[in-house]
């Protein structure tokens, strides 16, 4: 019996995410008194993991391993969870954490239950906390099933440090044939994305037009934050879609999120809800948004943004 | 070329939440029930290929007949019908296995479902559908197109995009980007007539059981006033959030 936890890389390093996923599984593994198993692909070098209580590391290779295709890690990251007689795996809310957690659910016979944000109410059933309506409403959900996969909101549950050693195998997992082929990656480097970052830094409508925009990357930038938008400015073109926050586009659960000439539309605090501490700067005091941030500074996002710049470098500095 | 677009039957994103019988169920008053908007972006990237591959478009939602009128409304749009499974769409795995059971009758070549429905943000129905039946899948899926027999779709992924290439039979993660917002379709009064006598098939659902219960809901704990800290004083907010907030 373990936690088996899928961790993720890229480049040869682990993602963050893959430290809160092992932190939340250290404390799955403690609750159920199990052992915490993590599943890397294509990645020799495990150890990275011992930061966070993880008892094994097992990492799949062939030739298949080192480019993520859903289908094929899905029925690795199954055929590992079936050896270790896994009856918890944790995913995260990454984009390929949510591609490929349904299929490894069939594989498995399991219930997976996202956008968990707690530890579970209790193990037998297994009851997981969440959010729903995006993130304007928490349900209390119940699994009917013995075998359960966890995908983990990110920011919710934090990193946390315990020492292990683990042990570190690899497993030619067999490779599940598909007709699908990744044909092209078109891919920004170096530049921080929405789902990894602490920081967010969102500009609206009153940034008046696409050109004004470096005030809200010199701020990202001093801050080491990604840049968003609203719904208004992606529909208009000025940035793109990858950009767009709310509740059709992308949701945000960082640490600090910055809105700057955002009104705060519904649509659009439903998807930055999960934040932990949102700033707010508008000029209309009446602007929805000052209902929902926690810190607020009514002014001309022109005059506002080139001091608040000057200052965070001064700040950075010290 | 046959073409199935789920569709979920959601409150409206304005909607207020709120909860009745002991935070147990969602409170329908008062609130509209319009498509989810990431299947809407599927039906209309449907209805496109409806009309460039001589494709045949229907429409499938899990619920009662309260469904029904936005069932219409895809009609309207242009899809050529419309099942109805008659039952109460418990939770994902459920509706996955209700569809999966259709599909396997009718042998779609394309199921198109939104990524992730704006209620219950499960994510999962597509991709259970496709694990299910074993079946190529993509989502996140932001660009569709279909020649000879091969599907090329663009997913979004974290800092950018990855260009796929697929057989069929293929289930799709619909979002926003797979048409863009401006192309949605207002049904018109001819659309709205003929959808009026378009078939709408209402089937039994089949015994599967759900894998979970929503045990209550709830609400986040309502938040604090806002501290409001004057435009020139940018020294405070940098204290506030390196010493309070605790986030730079």
């Known amino acids: 019996m373990a936690v088996v936890i899928y961790t993720e890389t890229e480049n040869g390093s682990f993602k963050k995410v893959a430290f809160e996923i092992a932190s939340y599984g250290k404390a799955l593994a403690d609750q159920t008194g199990q052992k915490l198993v993590a599943v890397t692909f294509n990645q020799e070098d495990g150890s990275a993991l011992g930061t966070y209580g993880v008892d094994e590391v097992v990492n799949v290779t062939g030739s298949f391993a080192s480019s993520f295709s859903a289908k094929k890690y899905a029925a690795a990251l199954a055929q590992v969870a079936s050896e270790k007689e896994a009856s918890l795996v944790v995913v995260s809310s990454s984009a390929n954490s949510k591609y490929l957690a349904p299929l490894l659910a069939v594989k498995l016979s399991a219930t997976y239950t996202s956008n968990v944000v707690a530890l579970p109410e209790s193990i037998e059933p297994l009851t997981l906390k969440r959010t729903c309506y995006t993130s304007k409403a928490l349900s209390m959900v119940s699994s009917n099933q013995s075998v359960n996969i966890i995908g983990l909101s990110s920011n919710a549950f934090g990193i946390i440090e315990t020492q292990s050693s683990p042990s570190q195998s690899s497993i030619a997992a067999e490779e599940a044939s598909s007709s699908m082929q990744i044909s092209a990656v078109e891919k920004v480097t170096g530049v921080i994305t929405i789902a990894d970052a602490d920081i967010v830094v969102s500009g609206g409508r009153g940034l008046k037009g696409p050109e004004n925009w470096h005030l809200i990357e010199d701020l990202a930038a001093t801050l080491g934050a990604a840049t968003a938008c609203s719904k208004p400015v992606s529909d208009m073109g000025w940035r793109p879609h990858s950009e767009h926050v709310g509740q059709t586009g992308k949701p945000v659960a960082s640490n600090l999120y910055i809105a700057i000439g955002v009104s705060g539309a519904i649509q659009h605090l439903a998807g930055i809800n999960s934040s932990k501490v949102k700033v707010v700067i508008n000029i209309d005091p009446e602007a929805p948004f000052f209902k929902a941030a926690d810190y607020g500074i009514v002014g001309d996002a022109f005059e506002v943004l080139p001091a608040l710049i000057e200052k965070l470098k001064a700040f950075k500095a010290a | ?248």
């Open chain 2, 1 to 248: 070329m046959k073409i199935l677009v789920c569709i979920s039957n959601v409150p409206d994103t304005t909607s207020k939440i709120n909860f009745v019988d002991s935070n147990t169920k969602f409170d329908t008053q008062g609130v509209q029930f319009i498509i989810n908007p990431n299947d809407e972006f599927g039906l209309t990237r449907a209805v496109w290929l409806q009309q460039k591959q001589q494709a045949e478009v229907t429409v499938l939602t899990v619920g009662d007949a309260s469904c029904e009128p936005t069932l219409r409304k895809c009609l309207a749009i242009g899809a050529d019908k419309a099942i109805r499974v008659d039952a109460d769409p418990t939770d994902g795995y459920f509706v996955a296995k209700q569809i999966a059971a259709v599909c396997e009758k009718e042998s779609y070549d394309l199921i198109i479902a939104g990524r992730e429905s704006i209620d219950h943000n499960g994510a999962m129905v597509p991709g259970l559908v496709a694990g299910m039946l074993d079946y190529e899948y993509i989502t996140n899926c932001i660009s569709l197109e279909i020649e000879n027999d091969q599907a090329t779709a663009a997913r979004e992924i974290d800092g950018g995009k990855e260009i796929v290439t697929s057989g069929f039979p293929l289930v799709i993660g619909a979002q926003k980007g797979l048409v863009e917002e401006s192309d949605l379709i207002i049904p018109n009064m001819r659309g709205i007539m003929q959808a009026r006598k378009k078939p709408l098939e209402v089937m039994a659902a089949n015994d599967a059981d759900a894998s979970s219960t929503v045990v209550s809901f709830d609400k986040p704990a309502p938040k604090g006033e806002v501290k409001l800290i004057d435009a020139g004083d940018i020294d405070t907010l940098i204290d506030l959030l390196h010493n309070e907030a605790k986030v730079i």
